[in-house]
């Protein structure tokens, strides 16, 4: 602002006008980028496209196209100047093979002043880099069965045609077996027959493929496993276990040797012992008789302690009996506490519903006037029909509720879906008229009327009383466990005697 003060009236003009062309240059003008795809398959496509577009027919003179990798901090692969024409559309073609596998890319519309547009960011992709093959080998392999089969499993959804699997002798390049993979599938199972195989020699098995007529290259590797013969295993076990039961009959032998020295040693310690142990059973034949008679005692101070428990619990039992007729009494008073808020609940509830049915028919009144001239004379509240649910092509039955101002239906369907703006060309078929007749023999069902009446999903009749009556030949009805029913049918419906 203090510059702007300083110029002198014209070149304040000047500078205004500028900055307001720049301004409407750039924003009535709106620039699209979409590439082709999010995906791109370094072994198939062959080109990759750019489509742009703008809103406005100004000439594209002095922009450039470029495509930038995200991976490597927007760095530039492609530039591409784009020439004068007044089309709104078009579409630019870049080289592949500046793409690199498992890199992201993306496209910019620039200009001399700043970027234009920006698209979504895409990945190159190629059938080595991201897809992952995986083959199982066996632990040991014995040289005394018939075949060796392999279990494998990829990723790749594309054709693994001219894919292998080779077997080869661990530290040489020459292959022994071949096997070809199945084409698509994701998984299975390759057979070598056991013919070259060698026991006591480690193999490993390799995966190779040559897509789309290119040079066998190897893309995975499993772990090295060993031919083993079962009899030489076998043989070399039971050698092992001979060798331990010879070990284990020395060590038996020389614990014996150790258990009669011990006896020899201490064959006078032992008849010591026996001459104490006859000193010390007079002893415990006294220490028996004294523990009898502490039993004895014990046996009367339970037999007291029994009867003093027995009136502790019968006083326990009278103080139990004092605390439910008290907790009884309580709880007489916090159920009285329960229904009198539960009433107070329920009328609230249905002063919220009359205050909300009085306004409804308030609201519904100046409707009815105003659409009486649109009205269909065919079709009038409680005509039954069969109408589309919201412009599908099947017609399910329902009842016409009221008929707005704008001409639309209110309609009910059979399940209790509501279309409060059906339009007259999704009714197909009026199946039943509203009949006068019987609404004037059936003027006893009055607002306050007590009737029996069935809920919507039951067939027991209960006790229940009309609260409003719809335009649509349905009641509003209130049931005795105060629960509702705002649009019940007439055949639900009994008046009770």
């Not at 406005?56 to 927007?74: F, I, Q």
């Not at 993306?106 to 700043?114: E, P």
């Not at 530290?171 to 199945?182: C, D, Q």
């Not at 007489?332 to 519903?353: A, C, F, M, N, P």
Request: net charge positive.
């Amino acid at each position: 602002e203090d510059r702007i003060q300083d110029l002198p009236r014209r070149p304040q003009r000047t500078i205004l006008t500028a900055m307001s062309f720049f301004s409407s240059f750039f924003g009535r003008q709106n620039y699209n980028l979409k590439a082709s795809s999010e995906v791109y398959n370094l072994d198939k496509d062959d080109r990759v496209l750019c489509r742009w577009s703008i809103t406005s027919g100004a000439s594209l003179e002095k922009t450039r196209l470029r495509m930038v990798s995200t991976t490597d901090g927007n760095k530039v692969i492609q530039e591409v100047q784009l020439k004068k024409q007044k089309k709104n559309n078009g579409a630019v073609e870049f080289q592949r093979g500046f793409l690199e596998a498992g890199k992201t890319y993306k496209f910019l519309l620039l200009s001399k002043w700043a970027t234009l547009a920006s698209s979504k960011v895409f990945k190159a992709t190629s059938f080595s880099h991201d897809r992952t093959f995986t083959i199982i080998p066996p632990k040991k392999f014995y040289i005394e069965s018939k075949e060796l089969r392999i279990h494998w499993a990829s990723s790749a959804t594309v054709s693994l045609q001219g894919s292998i699997i080779a077997l080869r002798r661990e530290g040489s390049n020459e292959f022994i077996l071949v096997a070809t993979v199945a084409p698509g599938k994701a998984s299975g199972s390759v057979v070598f027959p056991n013919k070259v195989l060698r026991a006591g020699t480690t193999y490993k098995l390799e995966w190779h493929t040559a897509e789309d007529g290119l040079a066998i290259k190897r893309i995975s590797e499993s772990p090295s496993f060993e031919v083993v013969s079962r009899k030489v295993e076998n043989n070399r076990m039971i050698v092992a276990l001979k060798k331990k039961i010879q070990e284990l009959e020395g060590d038996i032998q020389k614990k014996n040797s150790e258990v009669w020295e011990w006896k020899k040693e201490n064959q006078g310690k032992l008849v010591t012992l026996e001459t104490l142990k006859r000193q010390n059973m007079a002893k415990i034949a006294t220490l028996e008789k004294l523990f009898h008679e502490s039993q004895r005692k014990l046996l009367t101070g339970e037999r007291k302690v029994k009867t003093m428990r027995s009136e502790i619990d019968s006083l326990k039992s009278n103080l139990h009996e004092t605390k439910r007729e008290l907790q009884k009494r309580v709880a007489s008073v916090t159920d009285l506490q329960g229904v009198i808020e539960i009433q107070q609940k329920t009328h609230r509830s249905e002063v919220k519903s009359l205050k909300e049915e009085i306004g409804r028919l308030k609201n519904q009144e100046p409707r009815r006037k105003r659409g009486r001239e649109d009205e269909d004379p065919e079709i009038l509240p409680g005509t039954s029909v069969k109408a589309s649910w919201k412009h599908s092509e099947k017609s399910y039955h329902a009842t016409v509720y009221a008929i707005n101002a704008d001409g639309t239906f209110h309609l009910i369907y059979g399940d209790n879906d509501e279309w409060p703006n059906c339009p007259r060309h999704a009714i197909k078929e009026i199946t039943a008229r509203p009949k006068k007749a019987k609404t004037e023999k059936t003027g006893a069902l009055k607002v306050g009327t007590p009737v029996k009446a069935q809920k919507n999903s039951g067939t027991e009749w209960i006790h229940a009383e009309v609260f409003s009556v719809n335009d649509c030949g349905t009641y509003h009805v209130i049931y005795a466990d105060s629960t509702e029913w705002e649009k019940c049918p007439r055949s639900k419906i009994k008046i009770t005697p």
